[in-house]
């Protein structure tokens, strides 16, 4: 499956695809966002945002996958994708979605090293998201293996 990178006269393709998965986003600055298509449809998208030009972390966000396409691995060669191309990675997820990160070789951020692993801004939002979603997990991926203890 063909990876494209979206380019300014694609968001708002790429806006209805997430419309119709009942996926609210929104580019949220220093935007790159990754679609793949199938007969000329979007059956699966993500954004990677760096937020501002100082922040050193690129936050996954917006990983949506057709609901016809899932379970083919298209989530995870997105998540490879993005790995290869955006480091530090950065995203956070339910729960139910830990084993997508896992497997993908991303790390658990345990709550107790949050602050140190993330940077400012992302910790903020952080702590502003899981005020809404109890149960909200941070997930890291680097070019180095070296980072705090992790749960697995």
Known sequence: MKITLANKTNRKKIRQFYKCQRYSVRFMGLDNCY?????????ASVIISKINKTNNQHFLHA????VN????????????????NHQPLVCFAAQELSYLYL????KEIQSNY????????????FIQYKRNKKFLKAFISTQHDVIHPVTT
């Open 114 to 125: 949050l602050e140190a692993q993330l940077n400012d801004i992302l910790f903020s939002r």
């Open 103 to 106: 497997q993908s070789n991303m």
């Open 63 to 66: 990983l949506a996958v057709d």
């Open 69 to 84: 396409y899932q379970g083919q691995g298209i989530a995870t060669l997105l998540l490879q994708h993005v790995q290869k």
């Open 35 to 43: 679609y793949i298509e199938k007969n000329n449809l979007i059956i």
